[in-house]
T-cell receptor, first 113, second 109 residues
């Protein structure tokens, strides 16, 4: 593989269920990001990680958690999904935090009923 | 608050030229990005401006005026495959990207 992969491609989830969206990159990028994209709004940052072992909160972190145990993986967990979390979720990475271009994975379309 | 403004939708003709504008009000400025996003796909990087002026890359050019808080993306010799959304994003004083809602470009034959 080359680049960023995300899984699943799409998911329908009952409200209250726990869900983990997976993101893996093979570019050895230090920084990784999770965004959500909703119709009529710009991409909004949920959480980020500047390097393995560190994470930070973005603009809309409530209801989401992340971990960064190694360089390649950056999973996003919804502890108890709610309908307002229905969105398209994109994972992105950059070689270095803050200064380099971000590259995006293919996205996960999540519907919470 | 921070704000990025772009037109919601534009229509242009195959073979023509189109200019997509972006105005921004952010806390600090550390560069402006343009991305292309086809429907149902991921955003892909097009251009980066940090100094005033025009950056040309093939059929695509991007312009920046920091004093006016303004950028535009110029697409020449439009092709049907250029039908997509174009996203403007500004890196603010915290080095976070602030994104516009995107401009949907429709190309007609």
């Amino acid at each position: 593989i080359a680049g960023i992969t995300q899984a699943p491609t799409s998911q329908i989830l009952a409200a209250g269920r726990r869900m983990t969206l997976r993101c893996t990159q093979d570019m050895r990028h230090n920084a990784m990001y999770w965004y959500r994209q909703d119709l009529g709004l710009g991409l909004r940052l949920i959480h980020y990680s500047n390097t393995a072992g560190t994470t930070g909160k973005g603009e809309v972190p409530d209801g989401y958690s992340v971990s960064r145990a190694n360089t390649d993986d950056f999973p996003l967990t919804l502890a108890s999904a709610v309908p307002s979390q229905t969105s398209v979720y994109f994972c992105a990475s950059s070689a270095r935090a803050a200064v380099d271009t971000q590259y995006f994975g293919p996205g996960t379309r999540l519907t919470v009923l | 608050g921070q704000n990025i403004d772009q037109p919601t939708e534009m229509t242009a003709t195959e073979g023509a030229i189109v200019q997509i504008n972006c105005t921004y009000q952010t806390s600090g400025f550390n560069g402006l990005f343009w991305y292309q996003q086809h429907a149902g796909e991921a955003p892909t990087f097009l251009s980066y401006n940090v100094l005033d002026g025009l950056e040309e890359k093939g059929r695509f050019s991007s312009f920046l005026s920091r004093s006016k808080g303004y950028s535009y993306l110029l697409l020449k010799e439009l092709q049907m495959k250029d039908s997509a959304s174009y996203l403007c994003a500004v890196r603010d004083s915290n080095y976070q990207l602030i994104w516009g809602a995107g401009t949907k470009l429709i190309i007609k034959p």
